[in-house]
């Protein structure tokens, strides 16, 4: 079964460093999509960063980059320049397609975010 | 704007007593799910619709009911609330042809008491 693992409940970070966020990932497909959301204090599911697996590129997107490596089936998240607006909580998730063309979300379990002034 | 909405955004519910959680898109998509969220789980799927009168279960549908009679509508029924259902709710869409873009309605939570 496709799962996703984020093995760190918590991290730390010194305001204008950068941070990397694990994620792993399991799945026999090969066709599949990587994706990163930021979950404040509000609660909302706010969209980072997608990374599709026959991207050859790393997915950027302003200080958030996707590090992607599929042989080792992680994508992690890098957010350079930490700000104090970045505190939060992140979810990786991947996608799966079923037949017939629906997909769902899978997701991991998060990583708690605080960043230090 | 494009956007998903929810409603209520917060209900205190009791044991038992039937709810109806609210779920409408504006983009014309085919794709609606629910999830929910619970501490050290991430988001599960409850219930996902590909078009109008197609539901089926996600990975966690006991207690549930859903139904789709417009496009735009996907609400989340629970017939019989228990404690175990007080959790943050999630309505998302996105549109069959976009594979990287799930919308994500505002989040609904509930307690139930």
């Known amino acids: 079964a496709q799962k996703i693992t984020q093995t760190q409940p918590g991290m730390f970070v010194q305001e204008k460093e950068a941070v990397t966020l694990d994620c792993t990932y399991d799945?026999?497909?090969?066709?599949?999509?990587l994706f990163w959301y930021k979950q404040p204090s509000s609660g909302e599911m706010i969209f980072l960063i997608y990374?599709?697996?026959?991207?050859?590129q790393n997915a950027t997107e302003g200080r958030y980059s996707l590090n992607f490596q599929k042989a080792r089936k992680s994508a992690n998240l890098v957010i350079s320049a930490s700000q104090l607006g970045d505190s939060a909580m992140y979810f990786c998730?991947?996608?799966?397609?079923?037949?017939?063309?629906?997909?769902?979300?899978?997701f991991g379990a998060g990583t708690r975010l605080a960043v230090h002034p | 704007e494009a956007q998903v909405t929810q409603n209520p955004r917060y209900l205190i519910t009791v044991t038992g007593k039937k709810l109806t959680v609210t779920c409408s898109q504006n983009?014309?998509?085919?794709?609606m799910s629910w999830y929910r969220q619970d501490p050290g789980l991430g988001l599960r799927q409850i219930y996902y619709?590909?078009?109008?009168?197609?539901?089926d279960k996600g990975d966690v549908p006991e207690g549930y009911k859903v139904s789709r009679k417009e496009k735009r509508n996907f609400p989340l029924i629970l017939e019989s609330p228990s404690p175990n259902q007080t959790s943050l709710y999630f309505c998302?869409?996105?549109?069959?042809?976009?594979?990287?873009?799930?919308?994500f309605g505002p989040g609904t939570r509930l307690l139930v008491l």
């Open positions: 619709s590909m078009n109008v009168e197609v539901t």
């Open positions: 983009m014309n998509h085919e794709y």
């Open positions: 990374q599709g697996s026959y991207d050859e």
């Open positions: 998302a869409s996105r549109s069959r042809a976009r594979k990287e873009t799930q919308y």
């Open positions: 998730a991947m996608r799966e397609d079923f037949s017939g063309g629906y997909n769902k979300l899978i």
């Open positions: 799945t026999s497909d090969q066709s599949y999509g």
